[in-house]
């Protein structure tokens, strides 16, 4: 439909749209005002159904075809137990076919057609036994389908439990599966069936699909069974599962419990598409109108709304977003929708926040299970943004290091996400090691938004699907410790009770951006880059205080941290966490080839490209004009182009390599000339441990030297670096006492077996600390 069709279409409810959507709002808040004055009614204590048997109820409307064809598979599964079909007024003989066919079958016949939900909730009254199995008429169930489903009700707080959906047709697209999830967003409802082969055992779920779930039939009676609010068809289960979840309940999923679906076998052939399309955005609306009490949510729901309403005008529709005539539909509703919100407000035990939480996996792990009180091997959850192996960064040489010692001292779970496919084969050593280990490659980030808050390294990261994998590894594996890389990943830290958040900040993210607005550069980048310190800067000191450890690389860092959010002091810990096994590198303080320098560091890091650019442009001319013979070697990995580097003296560009050592062994000088950045250079750790003597800027050198000559010699000028470099190349005895120096320095206090044994122990004590306070 083109722009001035819809614009023909809709321009009576486009004008009216205010009003539209500023009535129900001041209904709402009249309904809310009213509701607190008056005070919430008490609510009735919860019971443990009879799970030893149940009745199975099937609504039917006109589908005779389709109770000849599946009933007969319904009937071996129920094993006895009572069968009801809720006959809504059918034409086409559906009752009387089956008392002929199947007279064991009790049929509840209605004398009005009352909708799917009418007619569910009719068959739920009828039902004798505790549990009521609902199941649409569309429906083939696995002969041992019921057993898993009773077993679901394992105490007073289970609501629902729900079958794991196939499709008849194995060669269509798995819509449904019955692990449902559902979250807020862009000020609506946004709800998924999600397939997950890992989750082989009851799980939390948003919502138990009307045609494919067993309940507690008393449970269901209290919460007033399928809302009327929402006839004909869809989101009754959906708004089920929200009510029950903020009573307090649990509704869960049975993968063991097998049913096979025709997808919209029934409402599909009875109606459009565009009418079934229009029914659900009006519903959409009204569970909102019904269901969300914290006004900030209700606030963006009706802004959203008009403003969806309108760009389905202009640019056409999206299943996203209402239209003018949902709008209509709803409005025409709001009555019924304030009364059903006053109902919903007198069921909530828990708000719509804490609602949303409880069925990711990590919340429900957190909200219903009693976690060990004081761990002896905490079950640790690591989470990283980049690969590991082959350590090709800094960063990865910290992880790595960490991981292989880490392991000895606890149950280690591994989350990485890979740049390629073939970097799974490079991780197969931490496969064998961790208790399990998955990984992930190139998963997708939220799209670049206009104005956008969100830092973008941090938006680059943001993913559905991983926050799902992180959830469910933490429910699966009772996961104590959530232990966090980098500062972009603290967004998927959460306000849990008894599960620890812990994150590694490798740097300072807004110090790193704010060093390089410092140095010279295009103003342009420069108003960018101002930009994306304040929007890191605003992220850090809003996230970090979630966490209830954040470990730095050095004091230096604490420092620095500290003075912006004082807070923190008694979270934050050093000397835990950047470190390197002293034992991998063999001390050579003598037989280096002389007059060589060595330049490492992965060029996919912009400090290490600005530091060689520097080093290049205003160090080495000087220095070979000093020494003609001297000689660059530059290592690491995504190297710049050899025709882009300078012509003058001997440089070599070797880049990447397997493993460092045999270079930190062999060449005389370790230059760091960083200018940017944060964080401890393990590159420094490296060429201390293998007694390699460093120059360094003192920003590279930060957290390690802050005395010149101490265990590295520092310089911040070109002229000054250049001499610093030559004195250890004439002054063998200054370069093998600077060397000595710093392996004592590296083996005392930055080994990796005795700072991960510290590591372990700060879990133990962190998780006794927050259950402690829990208790």
């Known amino acids: 439909m083109g722009f001035w069709q819809r614009l023909g279409r809709n321009l009576p409810l486009l004008v009216a749209s205010p009003v539209l959507i500023g009535v129900p709002a001041v209904g709402l808040a009249l309904t809310d005002v009213w509701l607190r004055l008056r005070g919430r009614k008490a609510l009735v204590a919860d019971v443990r159904p009879d799970v030893t048997k149940a009745t199975i109820v099937i609504p039917n409307w006109n589908g005779r075809d389709l109770l000849e064809k599946y009933l007969p598979s319904v009937l071996v599964a129920a094993q006895g137990n009572e069968v009801i079909v809720v006959d809504d007024a059918s034409t086409d003989g559906s009752a009387e076919f089956l008392a002929e066919r199947f007279p064991t079958v009790r049929v509840i016949r209605n004398k009005t057609n009352l909708g799917f939900g009418g007619g569910s909730n009719a068959g739920f009254r009828a039902a004798t036994n505790d549990i009521v199995v609902l199941l649409n008429s569309d429906m ?60 082989d055992r009851l799980f939390p779920c948003f919502y138990g699909g ?71 955005k009006k519903n959409f609306l009204l569970f909102c109108w019904k269901n969300i009490h914290e006004w900030p949510r209700l606030a963006e729901h009706l802004a959203y709304s008009w403003a969806g309403a309108v760009l389905s005008v202009l640019f056409g529709e999206s299943f996203e977003r209402p239209n003018p005539m949902a709008l209509w539909r709803a409005f025409l509703q709001l009555p019924e929708a304030m009364r059903a919100r006053a109902r919903a407000f007198d069921l909530a035990a828990v708000s719509d926040t804490e609602a949303f939480r409880r069925p990711l996996p990590g919340y429900f792990l957190d909200r219903f299970e009693k976690l060990e009180a004081d761990p002896e091997r905490p079950r640790t959850l690591f989470l990283s943004p980049y690969p590991i192996l082959p350590p090709i960064h800094g960063g990865a040489v910290f992880m790595s290091q960490t991981l292989y010692e880490l392991v000895k001292h606890v149950p280690v779970h591994l989350i990485v996400l890979l740049d390629e496919e073939w970097q799974r084969g490079a991780h197969e050593p931490l496969s064998e090691v961790c208790a399990t280990a998955e990984y992930f490659v190139r998963m997708e ?226 230059i760091c000339p960083i200018l940017t950045g944060s964080g401890v250079r393990v590159k420094l750790l490296e060429a201390y441990a293998a007694g390699m003597p460093v120059v360094s800027t003192t920003v590279g050198a930060e957290g390690l030297a802050e005395t010149d000559g101490d265990t590295c010699l520092l310089a911040d000028e070109p002229q000054a670096f250049a001499d610093k470099v030559l004195q250890l190349m004439e002054d063998p005895a200054l370069a093998a006492a600077l060397a000595g120096r710093a392996r004592a320095e590296v083996v005392e206090h930055w080994d990796m077996a005795t700072i991960t044994a510290q590591l372990a122990e700060s879990y133990r004590e962190a998780v006794r600390e927050k259950r402690r306070s829990k208790l």
Not at 163 to 187: M, V, Y
Not at 216 to 223: E, I, S, W
């Open 140 to 199: 083939r169930v696995a002969a041992d389908f019921l057993g898993p489903l009773l077993a679901g009700f394992t105490d007073e707080k289970v609501f629902a439990v729900s079958c794991q959906i196939f499709f008849s047709d194995p060669a269509k697209l798995r819509e449904e599966t019955g692990l449902t999830q559902a979250w807020w967003e862009n000020g609506g409802l946004r709800v998924r069936h999600r397939i997950d082969e890992r989750v």
């Open 210 to 280: 009307g045609g494919s779930c067993a309940f507690d039939r008393r449970k269901f009676l209290q919460l007033g069974g399928f809302d009327e609010l929402l006839k004909p068809f869809y989101l009754e289960d959906t708004d089920l599962g929200m009510m029950a979840w903020k009573r307090g309940w649990k509704v869960l999923y049975q993968p063991a419990s097998h049913v096979f679906h025709e997808h919209r076998g029934t409402i599909g052939k009875k109606f459009s598409a565009a009418y079934i399309e229009s029914i659900l």
């Open 445 to 670: 980030g939220r799209p670049k938004g206009f104005g956008s808050l969100t830092p973008f390294a941090v938006r680059e990261f943001a993913n559905d699907d991983l926050r799902w994998a992180i959830h469910r590894t933490m429910l699966l594996h009772r996961v104590d410790v959530l232990q966090i890389e980098y500062t972009n990943m603290g967004q998927y830290a959460e306000e849990f009770g008894q599960i620890v958040n812990i994150l590694f900040e490798h740097d300072v993210y807004f110090q790193s951006i704010g060093r390089s607005l410092a140095k010279p550069g295009n103003p342009l980048g420069k108003v960018s880059a101002a930009y994306e310190y304040l929007r890191a800067l605003r992220y850090e000191l809003m996230m970090l205080p979630k966490m209830d450890r954040v470990q730095m690389c050095s004091r230096e860092n604490e420092k620095y941290l500290g003075e912006f959010a004082p807070e923190l002091r008694g979270k934050m810990q050093s000397g835990l966490r950047a470190g390197i096994d002293t034992t991998r590198y063999r001390y050579e303080p003598a037989g280096r080839e002389p007059e060589t320098l060595l330049f490492l560091g992965s060029f996919r890091h912009i400090p290490n490209r600005e530091a060689l650019t520097w080093f290049l442009q205003q160090v080495w001319p000087g220095l070979v004009a000093a020494r003609p013979s001297v000689k660059l070697v530059i290592i690491g990995s995504d190297p710049p182009p050899r025709h882009s580097l300078p012509e003058v003296g001997q440089i070599e560009m070797i880049g990447f390599v397997d493993d460092v050592r045999e270079a930190l062994a062999r060449y005389a000088v370790f």
